[in-house]
């Protein structure tokens, strides 16, 4: 396979009955994305041509069989299944996930094997994809599952990156989740993504509180005060540019956010509520601190809109040149740093 010098994005097609399919082909019905990268949809030319029908968009795809057939110049279609399958625009199906779970599926081992480079996820359903061979709240467990590394969600716009130190985990879970080792490892991951993967050398990061006001000196909570705030404070003893706590409602409000070049918010809502709020739309979802790049927009399968050509790909869009630029600020640190030189 001529690989040729362009970027492979590998792409998970998601919920067969969701807008994922028509953000991607709404993405490159744009001729010059194929000028910065060669696509590679893992699903089926027929699941692909459906939804071309449905929507009335019109983009050719190349149906392959296998990825040494790749085609730089195309959009690739990558079969995995030859089947007929129902698809049922705006509903959730056991059969719209179980074909979700094997476009991932595959499209992570190839990542896994770099025939692709980058994977692109468009969205999942969380409850019908669920079976013995995907048992996770969501992508970023799954990928951390089958990759190396400790991952990181972080949503990001070009003047926000937000990381998560708890995840998909109840509310009731997130205080007796957060400890110091756990402040340190997500910490220590935004970090390093910060440097490697968008080239910023001494990164600035926020840490956010987790009781409102940051606990009021133990009044509202004491985990501000005795876990979160000494360990900010052992970390920036080592030289680290970190900060905090700081009471969520107070920080965006005054877009303190601005001043920060990532910010740890502490649970689920406290980081992604504020963000969408923020973002306009265009928000993305990247999977830091393992050791292949993910990106996924930053919204979910949209079934009260799916088959009626109203969803915005501005968001996938992004989360595209978002893995671009990540895959070269990252090339290009592993080149810097293989073989640096020593000073005698």
């Not at 991607?24 to 030319?45: S, Y």
């Not at 987790?210 to 052992?234: A, Q, R």
């Not at 595209?320 to 000073?343: D, G, H, I, M, N």
């Amino acid at each position: 396979m001529d690989k040729s010098n362009k970027i492979v994005v590998g792409i998970s097609i998601g919920d067969l009955n969701g807008i994922g399919i028509e953000v991607i082909l709404k993405t490159f019905q744009d001729k010059r994305m194929l000028d910065f990268c060669t696509p590679v949809l893992f699903g089926a030319t027929k699941t692909i041509s459906y939804h071309k029908k449905a929507l009335g968009i019109e983009v050719p795809v190349q149906g392959i069989n296998s990825i040494k057939q790749i085609n730089h110049s195309k959009i690739n279609v990558l079969n995995l299944w030859k089947e007929d399958v129902k698809i049922e625009l705006g509903k959730a199906t056991e059969v719209s996930g179980q074909y979700a779970a094997k476009s991932l599926a595959a499209a992570i081992e190839h990542l896994k094997d770099t025939t692709i480079d980058v994977l692109l996820t468009a969205p999942i359903n969380k409850e019908n994809i669920q079976s013995d061979a995907f048992n996770f709240p969501g992508h970023t467990e799954y990928l951390e599952a089958n990759l190396a590394g400790d991952s990181l969600m972080i949503l990001m716009t070009d003047e926000l990156r937000i990381g998560l130190i708890t995840g998909h985990i109840p509310i009731s879970k997130v205080a007796e989740t957060i400890t110091p080792e756990l402040i340190k490892n997500k910490v220590e991951t935004m970090h390093a993504s910060l440097i490697q993967d968008f080239g910023i050398s001494k990164p600035k990061i926020a840490v956010l509180g987790l009781n409102p006001h940051c606990g009021d000196h133990g009044v509202i909570g004491k985990e501000d005060d005795e876990i979160i705030k000494p360990t900010v404070n052992e970390i920036a003893a080592t030289g680290k540019l970190v900060f905090g706590p700081y009471a969520a409602d107070g920080f965006f409000g005054s877009e303190t956010y601005k001043q920060f070049d990532g910010v740890l918010a502490t649970y689920h809502d406290q980081g992604l509520a504020p963000f969408k709020a923020l973002s306009f739309g265009k928000g993305v979802n990247f999977t830091a601190g393992l050791s292949h790049i993910r990106t996924s927009p930053d919204h979910g399968t949209g079934y009260d809109i799916a088959g009626k050509n109203q969803a915005n790909p501005s968001s996938f869009q992004e989360a595209l040149f978002t893995a671009l630029q990540v895959f070269k600020a990252r090339t290009e640190y592993k080149s810097l740093t293989e073989k640096p030189l020593v000073v005698k």
